[in-house]
């Protein structure tokens, strides 16, 4: 399979990944985590060799990378972890100590994220990002349609933009009637649960904002607050 769609865990790729399997193209696209899945309690060691995703990327690969506000994510990391996967980790810390874990921590993230920046700027990879989703979903999906080739009119394009909005995806969650397991609840945990742009703050203490502003170089002001689907 050449078509990979490729994030860091929470980055809100079911609202993508909902929308092109509304499109027919679902089980077209690799879609995975590069290896940081955080599914296994054996906590597999975490791989950033650059030098081998050049060689697993290059073409004919075409790889999607999804970007989100690492502040974000971490945050909502913390709230998988500790509730669809806490038969995996039963992890006992508090969010405080999440983000600071070596293991689940902060600087990770900051590496994969600076791993994916450097091949999306050799052009191995389209890099689209969850805060451009919430601006004009439509079109990142059909850029995403575009970059993989698949061809979409522009009215299934806009419907399936419409049908993948947060309040329809968390509504086919809780019915059950999903097929795939990756839009099912687990452990009692939903997999779409907030989906906004910027909530850490309403999460974090001030002194852990500041940690991971050192981490991450600094706030994002520009960022609104707002819902949007698939995290």
């Known amino acids: 399979m050449h078509c990979h769609f490729v994030s860091y865990p929470k980055s809100g790729r079911s609202w993508v990944r909902f929308a092109l399997t509304m499109l027919g193209h679902g089980h077209d696209i690799a879609f995975h985590h590069d290896g940081f899945e955080f599914n296994d309690g054996n906590r597999p060691a975490h791989d950033f060799d650059i030098a081998v995703r050049r060689l697993q990327y290059a073409s004919p690969c075409r790889p999607v ?11 909502s990391l913390y ?19 999440f983000i600071r874990d070596d293991y689940f921590g902060a600087h990770n993230l900051q590496r994969f994220q600076q791993l994916w920046e450097q091949l999306c700027d050799e ?24 970059y993989y080739g698949f061809d979409c009119t522009a009215d299934a394009v806009s419907e399936a933009a419409r049908i993948s909005s947060f309040e329809n995806m968390q509504q086919v969650e809780r019915s059950g009637a999903f097929p795939e397991p990756w839009l099912r609840p687990r452990n009692g945990a939903p997999k779409v649960r907030k989906g906004k742009v910027g909530g850490y703050r309403e999460v ?28």
């Not at 990378?65 to 945050?75: G, H, K, T």
């Not at 919430?134 to 575009?146: G, I, N, S, Y």
């Not at 203490?205 to 600094?218: E, H, K, M, P, Q």
């Open 123 to 146: 052009e191995l990879a389209l890099k689209i990002s969850y805060e451009e989703c919430h601006a004009d979903f439509e079109t990142v999906l059909r850029r995403v349609l575009d």
């Open 79 to 97: 709230h998988q972890v500790t509730g669809r996967f806490r038969d995996f980790f039963n992890y006992q810390g508090d969010i405080s100590a």
């Open 204 to 231: 974090l203490a001030d002194r852990d904002i500041a940690y991971l502003d050192t981490v991450f170089g600094g706030g994002q002001p520009g960022h609104r607050t707002g819902t949007g689907a698939g995290a």
């Open 65 to 75: 990378y999804l970007a989100r506000e690492p502040r974000d994510i971490i945050v």
